[in-house]
């Protein structure tokens, strides 16, 4: 059976599950052409994958591709809204099943959500494309008329209040701290971490991997003690 006559999976680009109700035919098809993209954007990065490639992997034609993504770009922007949502959906069932203060992986983080952040940004590690793809695109949308501009404006407030609120809770659980800096403040710098290593790990090769070089800063600010 080829993959052009398989049964398509119905649920998103990552597999998992759909609920109720069923998808139409088109449906499946616009799922299937972003699961194929996915990994193919994965596996070779961005540049090096054609709409046609993705077509081939999906088992459709390169125009029924274009049928509902016109470019690689409107592709990536809807990609990159299902993570978004896939990441919400991890973040509840994370906070629910690493509620242990005391567990020696967290190196003395006490909060749940500063704790997910800190394991997505391992999972970036055993991803090498997916940080610098996810870069690409977020920006591109730094111009107001790129179609996912405001997309990416409410996450970037989202997670830097989710991250300032974390760190609040965090150094009210470590009042000896000698280093002066606001919660808001090391809430940017984290982000700031994040975002530039990736860049450095994408031109040096033995660059400090990116969450190396967050918990050194969660360290520094005196919130996380050593691994």
């Known amino acids: 059976m080829t ?3 398989a049964e398509p999976n119905a649920g998103g680009p990552s597999g998992e599950p759909a609920s109720a109700p069923r998808l139409t035919k088109g449906q499946r098809t616009r799922q299937r052409i972003l699961a194929s993209a996915l990994d193919l954007f994965r596996e070779r990065g961005f540049q090096a994958v054609s709409l046609r490639d993705i077509g081939a992997r999906a088992g459709i034609t390169h ?3 274009l049928h509902y993504f016109p470019s690689k770009d409107e592709l990536l922007t809807e990609l990159m809204v299902h993570r978004d949502d896939v990441e919400r959906d991890h973040l509840s069932d994370f906070v629910l099943g690493n509620s242990d203060p005391y567990d020696p992986r967290w190196r003395g983080l006490r909060n749940p959500a500063l704790r997910w952040f800190m394991s997505r940004l391992e999972g ?3 991803e090498p494309q997916a940080a610098p ?3 690409r695109i977020a920006m591109e949308a730094t111009a107001e008329d790129h179609s996912a501009h405001d997309h990416f404006v409410r996450r970037y407030e989202l997670v830097r209040r989710m991250l300032s609120d974390a760190l609040t809770d965090e150094f009210a659980h470590h009042p000896d701290r000698t280093v002066a800096v606001s919660p808001m403040t090391a809430a940017e710098q ?6 530039g290593t990736t860049f450095q790990e994408v031109y040096c090769a033995d660059a400090t991997p990116i969450v190396d070089s967050a918990w050194a800063y969660l ?6 003690g050593e691994s």
Request: aromatic share 4%; net charge negative; glycine share 4%.
């Open 190 to 195: 984290l982000m700031a971490i994040s975002d």
């Open 63 to 65: 125009v029924t591709v």
């Open 3 to 5: 993959a052009a006559t």
């Open 133 to 135: 793809l996810f870069l």
């Open 219 to 224: 360290r520094l600010i005196g919130v996380a």
């Open 124 to 126: 970036n590690e055993s």
